[in-house]
């Protein structure tokens, strides 16, 4: 009896899934070295199951040496070189965009400095791009300011709470001390027994 013609499509039964993936990956994998010594071709095969694992076959040296003749006979240096220079471009771009944002900073900094507002040394955009910025420097200034700030009156509130606890300690050294001669004191002011019938006995 001949085998009926399989219908391409996902095998929605998970198990029948992984027993075909298992018999066609082995079928796969052999008939790639079988074309390999028949045909005297290097061969390279990558699979990824749908769990995420790979499977690879390199039919003569390492799956890195054939990726590498891959690239190389595909023209993988030049778009590697093409790559390259294109990165130097947009370094260079960068570059030249902050030289010419230094130098309008130190212009804006000569204008500021010289004071002559009238003699129309900056455009307005050159204007409007020293406003921005200085808006950010203000905004940094303050910034810092307040955290300075914050941090000395925490300070300020430490230094508070230690000379709190050091005056606790001495207004109780000082209770302690004033109490125990203020009792001695009492003590002393009590005229002794002897002395008192010695007195009734002169009379």
Known sequence: MARGKV???????PVHRQVSFCKRRAGLLKKAK???????????????SSH??????ATKGTMQGLIEKYVKSTGGTDQ???????????????INLLKHEIELLQKGLR????GEA??????????HVLEKNLEIWIYHIRSAKMEI????IQLLRNKEGILKEANGFLQQKIDEHYGNTNIIQMVTNIPHPLTIQSEIYQF
């Open 7 to 13: 219908q391409m499509k996902r095998i929605e039964n």
């Open 34 to 48: 079988e074309l390999s010594v028949l045909c005297d071709a290097e061969i390279g095969l990558i699979i990824f």
């Open 52 to 57: 995420g694992k790979h499977y690879e076959l």
């Open 80 to 94: 590697a070189d093409q790559a390259k220079g294109k990165q130097i471009l947009d370094s260079k771009k960068e």
């Open 111 to 114: 204008y500021m400095s010289t």
């Open 118 to 127: 009238g003699s129309g040394t900056m455009t307005l955009d050159e204007l």
């Open 149 to 152: 700030m914050f941090k000395e």
